[in-house]
T-cell receptor, first 113, second 116 residues
Framework: KAGVTQTPRYLIKTRGQQVTLSCSPI?????VSWYQQTPGQGLQFLFE???????NKGNFPGRFSGRQFSNSRSEMNVSTLELGDSALYLC????????????FGPGTRLTVT | AQSVAQPEDQVNVAEGNPLTVKCTYS??????LFWYVQYPNRGLQFLLK??????LVKGSYGFEAEFNKSQTSFHLKKPSALVSDSALYFC??????????????FGSGTRLSIRP
């Protein structure tokens, strides 16, 4: 069974631009969560989607948004990029809302210049 | 509010020796505790979890963790370290598995280095 895939793996953007990251969960998994990992702030929860609905949201500004499609694939979007948005963005999927066994993708490394 | 602390940024152990990576937590209700490992340029891998029941939890790759309610700790342990165990380890906690208000909180991570 294929694992969680994230595209692209690496991305370089300029301040003020917007970016969309994609996550394909493990087949059959309906829950997708997004995390931001930075050296300074560590791992921080962004949001969680289940059955196309956002179920939970972390403490991030409205520039960060996401959605989930009917096939459980998820995208997150960051608008008006800032230098501080440079991070590794991780996606994790789980079979249900029972989130304790999450399977993580390799991440998308976003660099904002 | 829930929180989790990993007091050591780095732990150095000789191969074959036992290892411990420390984690303490704070939650208002019942704690649900997890350990993840991250290898370079890769996402996190689930190691083990404590939900309820036996305080000693066994996980992947020979790791285990001991839940201690009175000390609010959930230390990760392995009896005999391998060089391949060298990685970044994260402890995480949440106070509910099902509440829409429950978020998972990760510790700052501990870098484990096993020398041959």
């Amino acid at each position: 069974k294929a694992g969680v895939t994230q595209t692209p793996r690496y991305l370089i953007k300029t301040r003020g631009q917007q970016v969309t990251l994609s996550c394909s969960p493990i087949s059959g998994h309906r829950s997708v969560s997004w995390y931001q990992q930075t050296p300074g702030q560590g791992l921080q929860f962004l949001f969680e989607y289940f059955s196309e609905t956002q179920r939970n949201k972390g403490n991030f500004p409205g520039r960060f948004s996401g959605r989930q499609f009917s096939n459980s694939r998820s995208e997150m979007n960051v608008s008006t990029l800032e230098l501080g948005d440079s991070a590794l963005y991780l996606c994790a999927s789980s079979l249900s809302r029972d989130l304790y066994e999450q399977y993580f993708g390799p991440g998308t490394r976003l660099t904002v210049t | 509010a829930q929180s989790v602390a990993q007091p050591e940024d780095q732990v150095n152990v000789a191969e074959g020796n036992p290892l411990t990576v420390k984690c303490t937590y704070s939650v208002s209700g019942n704690p649900y505790l997890f350990w993840y490992v991250q290898y370079p340029n890769r996402g996190l891998q689930f190691l083990l979890k404590y939900i309820t029941g036996d305080n000693l939890v066994k996980g992947s790759y020979g790791f285990e963790a001991e839940f201690n309610k009175s000390q609010t700790s959930f230390h990760l342990k392995k009896p005999s370290a391998l060089v391949s165990d060298s990685a970044l380890y994260f402890c995480a906690v949440r106070d509910s598995l099902y509440s829409s208000a429950s978020k998972i909180i990760f510790g700052s991570g501990t870098r484990l280095s096993i020398r041959p």
